[in-house]
């Protein structure tokens, strides 16, 4: 999952509160979609920020919890706004679980 700096503890929260995710990955990164960053100023000059600070929230978890994952991020992520994030879900394989 890739969502907002202010979302991501709360997010964190609720998945270890939810008892399906025995361990989370936490990782500052930064990226544009969208929303193609913004215009800032520094010392009277005007400058483009392309790159804007998410969250990236990795965890395993059982496939038959995927919805209910989905639902829990996006009640706790969405804001409705052109870069709330985006869930990503993959399968792996259970000799892959250690």
Request: proline share 3%.
């Amino acid at each position: 999952m890739v969502v907002r700096p202010q979302r991501a503890e709360l997010l964190c929260q609720r998945l270890a509160a939810s008892g399906w995710v025995e361990e989370l990955i936490a990782a500052e990164c930064r990226g544009y979609g969208r929303q193609k960053g913004h215009l800032d100023e520094y010392k009277g000059a005007e400058y483009s920020i392309d790159f804007l600070p998410k969250v990236v929230v990795s965890g395993i978890i059982p496939d038959e919890r995927a919805d209910e994952l989905v639902n829990l991020v996006c009640s706790t992520c969405r804001t409705g706004r052109i870069g709330d994030g985006k869930i990503f879900l993959q399968r792996i394989s259970q000799e892959l679980v250690y």
